[in-house]
C-alpha cells in the first residue's frame, strides 16, 4: 500500500463554521496561500451554494492557488453540484466533495428515508458531479455512527459510480480509536475495488479523539486526513493539521508520509489564529505557546543537558526558534544559571548557591520573573534607566482613518520622534520605533490580559519579539491598552539594543 498520506486542509470550510471566525475573501487567499507553501495537497475552499460569499472566495481561491486541488462542498443535491462546478471554473486541479447522511440517525430523523433511498441519492450524486469532474470525494455523514455492513454498501455504490475518494466522517467525535480504526479496516476488507478510491478520514473533536480516530484511520488503510489549522472547526473542532502532521514525522515506524513543510507550521498557526481572531490555547500540542517551554526545575535540568530528555520534538521542526526556560518557584539552580549567563553573569558554585534562596523568594512574590529581577538579584539597584523609554505617544484612527502614530522615544540619552501608519494605532506606532532603531524586529507573540474589571481596565501586555534567531520578552501595564502595548514592545527591544 502506498505510504503517502494526503492532507486535505479544511480550515477555509469547516473552520470558518466557528462563531466569530468568518473570513472576507483577501484573508481567504492568504490563508490559502499560506496553506500552498506549507505544502497541503486539497484546500476545501467553501460551500458555494451557501452564501455570495462563499461562491466569490471559491471562485477567488481556484484563480489564485496553483498547486493544491481546490475543493467544494455540496449536498447530494443538483443545483448544489452546478453551483460548486461554477465556482470552481478557473481552479487549476478541482474537487467536488458532495454526500449524505448514512446513519441511523439521519437517516430517520435528518432526512425521513431509508436505505435504499439513501444508495440512490448518493450514487446519483456522484455520477452527477462526474459530468462537470473527474475527481469526486463522496462524503458518508455520520459514517461513525453507521453500521459497518450498510456503510460498506454505501461506498461499494459511490465507488462504482465513479468516486475517487471517500470520506468516512466522524461527525459527532463519537468513535474510540480502536472502533474507528476497525471501521476503516472493514471497509479496506470487504468492498469490491475499494482500490480505486482513497479512503479517507474526517474527524471531530467533541471526545477529544480526533486526532488519535485519523491516525488510527490512517494506521488501518485511510490514505487521506481531513484537517484544520490549530484543530479549530465545528463545535469543539477537527482534527489537527499539526499533530497529524508532527505525529506521522516524529514515528518513522509507521512508514508514513506526508508533504507538509513542517518548519512553516508555526508561522501557518499564527495567521490562522490573528486572521481569525481565535488565540490558541497555551498547551496546544505543537503549536501553544507552552508546547516548548519549560518550568520545572528538573525538566529545565534535563532539557539543558540534552534536549531529546524532554523533547521529542525539536523547536524548530515546526519552525520555533528555541525552546523557553522559564523561571518560576519550580525551577532549579541549572535554569537560573542558564539565565543568568544570557544576561551576562557568570556565578560561581557558591554564589549561586547564595542567590538561589532569594531567588525562590522573588518566585514566589512574582509570577513572571523577568532580566531586570534577575539584574536586582545580582547586585544592581533595579532602577537603572533602560537605553529605550518611551517620552510621548500620539495616535490617530478611527473607522474613516487609516491609523497613525508618533512616537517619541529617549535612545541613550538622546531625543527621537518617527511617525507611521499600519494596520491599527498599535501596528503604526511599532513601525514608527523599528524606523527609529533601524532593527529588523519580528513580532512572534501578542497578548493582553485584564488585571482589573470596569471600563478602566488595568491592561497587561506580554510581547515576544524575534531579532537574530534569539527570542526576547516585554511586559507592561497600562490603563490605556495602546500605551501598554508600546511600552512592553520597548521593553523587549531594550534586552537587545
Known sequence: MDNRVYIFDTTLRDGEQVPGCQLNT??????AKALEALGVDVIEAGFPVSSPG????????????????????????EKDIDVAAEALQYAKRKRIHTGIGTSFYHI????????DEIVERAVRAVRYAKKYVEDVE?????????????????????????????????????????????????????VKDIDKAVISTHCHNDLGMATANSISGVINGARQVETTIN?????????????????????????????????KIFSTSRLVSSLMNMPVQPNKAIVGRNAFAHSSGIHQDGVLKNRENYEIIDPKDVGVSQSSIVLTARSGRAALKHRLS???????????????????????????????????????NGSEEKRIQLVSLQVVCGSNTIPSATVKVRYNDEMFTESASGNGPVDAAFTAIKQILKRKVRLEEFLIQAITQGSDDVGKVHIQV?????????????????TASVEAYLDAISKFV
Not at 483577501?26 to 490563508?31: A, D, S, T
Not at 461513525?144 to 459527532?172: H, M, S
Open 231 to 263: 484543530g479549530i472547526g465545528e463545535r469543539a473542532g477537527n482534527t489537527s493539521l499539526e499533530e497529524v502532521a508532527m505525529i506521522i514525522k516524529s514515528h518513522s515506524g509507521l512508514d508514513l508520509e506526508t508533504g507538509i513543510d513542517s518548519r
Open 108 to 115: 430517520k430523523y435528518k432526512l425521513n428515508s431509508n436505505e
Open 26 to 31: 483577501i484573508e481567504k487567499i492568504e490563508v
Open 54 to 77: 462563499d461562491f466569490i472566495s471559491v471562485v477567488e481561491l481556484s484563480k489564485a492557488i496553483q498547486q493544491p486541488v481546490i475543493c467544494a462542498l455540496t449536498r447530494a443535491v
Open 342 to 380: 544570557l544576561l551576562g553573569f557568570k556565578p560561581s558554585k557558591a554564589e549561586l548557591d547564595k542567590i538561589y534562596p532569594k531567588f525562590l523568594i522573588m518566585a514566589d512574590k512574582n509570577k513572571n520573573i523577568k532580566d531586570e529581577d534577575l539584574q536586582t538579584l545580582m547586585g544592581g
Open 138 to 190: 463522496f462524503y458518508a455523514e455520520d459514517a461513525g455512527r453507521t453500521d459497518n455492513q450498510y456503510l460498506a454498501r454505501v461506498v461499494e455504490a459511490v465507488i462504482k459510480a465513479g468516486a475517487t475518494v471517500v470520506n468516512i466522517p466522524d461527525t459527532t467525535g463519537y468513535c474510540l480509536p480502536y472502533d474507528y480504526g476497525e471501521k476503516i479496516k472493514f471497509l479496506m476488507e470487504n
Open 466 to 482: 524575534e531579532n537574530r534567531g534569539k527570542l526576547y520578552y516585554g511586559f507592561s501595564a497600562h490603563t490605556d491598552i495602546i
